[in-house]
């Protein structure tokens, strides 16, 4: 193995988050980069503060140019060792594999907004590319086991929540459309389109009510009770999805032993 593969090799060791090597530069490695996401994200918050806004700004730019200088080393490197992992093994394909895979492409967001500020004065341009540097506190969950138990439940069940979502947005549709056609001609300016009465709709099967929006004529005030009390049930499917999951991810969790050995964890048949 070559001087250069080897280090390749460590340097992609590293960065990877093996939380079971306790105390290791890995570990350290990975602690330094939770806490410096964290921080980001803080400045980012309290630079919306006009009071610190004013006495801080400098500070907050400076932490904000340090963290970019942090985030774009990891990204090189991340990129030059991506290599090492045998789904990006290709010296070309797999670093572009790399580069448009889901960690890879918020990874790269994260940074572009700074860079892209430098050569654009638009201002309404750079306030949305402001935006993505909150993309940052995605990468958090990469360092976190709660976080990613969070991610691989919604993977598993990802077919049951989108389903559960349609369902949802079609009855949001068919509420809407009927009570606008009920409450149109009394109320012409708040239910003046189906996609105004859509707003009614949220705030109803959310159960978060709307004073301004809301039923005057009987038949409008049926549908209204009807579906505020649909909406709870409704939202309770993906909340139920969700919970078996965690469910299954807590039992599937207990179930592992680790080999004390090599550290490895296996699942235990009973």
């Known amino acids: 193995m070559s001087p250069t593969v080897s280090l390749r090799k460590h340097v992609h060791n590293i960065l990877e988050i093996t939380w079971h090597r306790k105390l290791g530069l890995s570990f350290w490695v990975n602690i330094f980069l939770t806490i410096v996401i964290s921080l980001n994200a803080i400045a980012i918050i309290l630079d919306t503060v006009p009071n610190i806004h004013q006495k801080y700004h400098q500070i907050l730019l400076d932490f904000e140019v340090f963290s970019v200088i942090v985030f774009t080393v990891e990204y090189i490197l991340r990129l030059w060792s991506c290599v090492e992992d045998p789904n990006f093994s290709h010296p070309i394909k797999g670093r572009l594999k790399f580069i448009f895979s889901a960690w890879g492409l918020v990874d790269l967001l994260s940074i572009a907004p700074f860079y892209v500020s430098i050569f654009i004065t638009d201002l309404g341009f750079i306030r949305i590319l402001r935006l993505l540097r909150m993309l940052r506190l995605f990468r958090v969950s990469k360092y976190f086991h709660a976080l990613r138990v969070i991610q691989k439940v919604m993977k598993e069940k990802q077919e049951e929540l989108v389903l559960s979502f349609v369902f949802i947005v079609f009855v949001?549709?068919?509420?809407?459309?009927?009570?606008?056609?009920?409450?149109?001609?009394?109320?012409?300016?708040?239910?003046?389109?189906?996609?105004?009465?859509?707003?009614?709709?949220?705030?109803?099967?959310?159960?978060?009510?709307?004073?301004?929006?809301?039923?005057?004529?009987?038949?409008?005030?049926?549908?209204?009770?009807?579906?505020?009390?649909?909406?709870?049930?409704?939202?309770?499917?993906?909340?139920?999805?969700?919970?078996?999951?965690?469910?299954?991810?807590?039992?599937?969790?207990?179930?592992k032993i680790k080999c004390p050995h090599c550290g490895n964890e296996f699942n235990h048949l009973h």
């Open 172 to 255: 949001l549709i068919i509420s809407s459309s009927t009570l606008y056609y009920f409450e149109h001609e009394v109320q012409p300016t708040k239910f003046s389109s189906i996609p105004e009465a859509m707003w009614w709709g949220v705030n109803a099967m959310t159960t978060v009510g709307d004073a301004d929006y809301r039923p005057i004529t009987p038949i409008g005030k049926i549908i209204g009770g009807i579906i505020a009390i649909l909406g709870v049930a409704l939202f309770a499917l993906p909340t139920g999805i969700l919970a078996s999951g965690f469910a299954e991810q807590m039992r599937g969790q207990k179930q």
